[in-house]
């Protein structure tokens, strides 16, 4: 079945250095979404991108979909300790079912 | 916005017990439901899609019997874990597709641990 590959699984930062995660996938992908997990809460949707080549802008997060719809990025620039939290992508496929991917934990170092 | 309500938050319960989860729609109605599982530090593993009126769809590896799915109207859906073990201990997270399309939107989670 579908699977999107999302990394790093971590990735320390000095608060405000910036943060990136990617996700890809072999295949072609109709849309891709973006998730914030707080530390013991629920997924919180950040964005949809369905667009070859789109590029959205949420304040300090830029949210990128590739020319060829396998693959996508979240960049966070100058990170905050309210940033927080892991990351991830999921797929909504045809039935509405999310594949996710793995998740990126943000850690901001003392 | 849309808004899921998911209760209980958290529950402990004795190996050998039955634990209901309610999931439900404030604000719309909810034709899929949707219940995950995330262990620590894992992501989300869908367990099974849930339409209003018919039997749930279970992922493979999830037994239907041990995790009783009902989703008896457009605005409630709930999870049953029977007969709860320590190893069923986990985040159980609902979302609801509306009818009227969209994205879906979470619930807040419940947090089962079982002793």
């Known amino acids: 079945g579908q699977q999107v590959m999302q990394i790093p699984q971590y990735q320390h930062v000095q608060e405000g250095e910036d943060f990136t995660t990617y996700c890809n996938s072999s295949t072609t992908l109709s849309n891709i979404q973006w998730y914030k997990q707080r530390p013991g809460g629920h997924p919180v949707f950040l964005i949809q991108l369905v667009k070859s080549g789109e590029v959205k802008k949420q304040k300090r997060l830029t949210f990128q979909f590739g020319e060829a719809k396998k693959n996508s990025s979240l960049h966070i620039t100058a990170t905050q300790t309210t940033d927080v939290g892991t990351y991830f992508c999921a797929v909504q496929t045809f039935n509405y079912q999310l594949i996710w991917g793995a998740g990126t934990k943000l850690i901001i170092k003392p | 916005g849309a808004v899921v309500s998911q209760h209980p938050s958290w529950v402990i319960c004795k190996s050998g017990t039955s634990v209901k989860i309610e999931c439900r729609s404030l604000?719309?109605?909810?034709?899929?439901m949707f219940w995950y599982r995330q262990f620590p530090k894992q992501s989300l593993m869908l367990m099974a899609t849930s339409n209003e009126g018919s039997k749930a769809t279970y992922e493979q590896g999830v037994e239907k019997d041990k995790f009783l799915i009902n989703h008896a109207s457009l605005t409630l859906s709930t999870l049953t874990v029977t007969s709860a073990h320590p190893e069923d201990s986990s985040f159980y997270i609902c979302?609801?597709?509306?009818?009227?399309?969209?994205?879906?939107?979470f619930g807040s989670g419940t947090r089962l641990t079982v002793v």
């Open positions: 979302s609801a597709r509306a009818t009227a399309g969209g994205v879906n939107t």
């Open positions: 604000d719309f109605q909810a034709t899929t």
